[in-house]
């Protein structure tokens, strides 16, 4: 027996493909613990900021010498919050419209491998100054 359109239509591959060549994508949705993270990174990234404030202050009595690397420590620390949080909106809002699980693993794949060597420079960057 031959199927109709709206069989046709219903069937998930044929819905997929509709949906792709229409244009229109669905809008991605953050999960809660997506926006769990996101809140996360802001409190971490306010914490680098209010301690990083209180040393320029001098509010702690500490040596020129541990002041400085206490400053690169909590400037690299929020460069790789930034580079997580980036990582995490990437994840959520680019990756998650892929419909293909194997694309998406891929890609998360890739993110991963961009993210980590982002970090390995970072913490490089903190360790020896002039490194370059």
């Given amino acids: 027996m ?3 359109v709206e069989q046709v239509a219903q069937q998930k591959d044929v819905r997929e493909a ?12 953050a999960e809660a613990k997506d926006k769990f993270w996101f809140v996360t990174h802001a409190l971490l990234l306010i914490g680098c900021a209010v301690l990083s404030y209180v ?7 500490l ?3 541990y002041l400085d690397l206490s ?10 919050i930034l ?10 809002y680019a990756i998650g419209r892929v419909c293909d699980a194997s694309t ?6 890739i993110e991963h491998l961009v993210v980590t060597v982002l ?3 970072i913490a490089i960057s903190i360790v020896f100054v002039n490194w370059y």
């Fill in 2 to 4: 031959a199927e109709t």
């Fill in 18 to 29: 509709l949906q792709q060549t229409s244009g229109k994508q669905s809008p991605v949705k």
């Fill in 55 to 61: 040393l320029r202050l001098k509010l702690v009595p």
């Fill in 63 to 65: 040596p020129q010498t």
């Fill in 71 to 80: 400053q690169r420590a909590i400037r690299g620390a929020a460069m790789i």
């Fill in 83 to 92: 580079v997580l949080a980036m990582a995490k909106a990437v994840s959520v």
């Fill in 104 to 109: 998406q693993y891929t890609l998360r794949r």
């Fill in 119 to 121: 970090i390995a420079l």
